[in-house]
């Protein structure tokens, strides 16, 4: 059994995901409704989780597209 890169995976995993999901890095897919804040300076969003903020870096790749899909 052979098994793909992790960025192969979560591209075919964000393609069944509902439109609220979005990738933010090549090792991360998010949910939009519990993104708390942003910072563009530092590249992190901050994603609400239980009790708590957990820091999630914005790749590269993908900091175009994620901050043009957070202006609202």
Do not use: W
Not at 11 to 19: A, C, D, S, T, Y
Not at 42 to 47: G, W
Not at 48 to 56: H, Q, R, V
């Amino acid at each position: 059994m052979s098994l793909a890169p992790a960025p192969t995976i979560l591209k075919e995993i964000l393609k069944v995901l509902p439109g609220n999901f979005i990738r933010c890095h090549k090792s991360y897919i998010i949910n939009k409704n519990f993104i708390a804040n942003y910072d563009i300076t530092t590249r992190y969003v901050a994603v609400k989780s239980a009790d708590e903020l957990t820091s999630i870096p914005i790749g590269q790749t993908y900091y175009k597209s994620l901050i043009s899909q957070l202006k609202y």
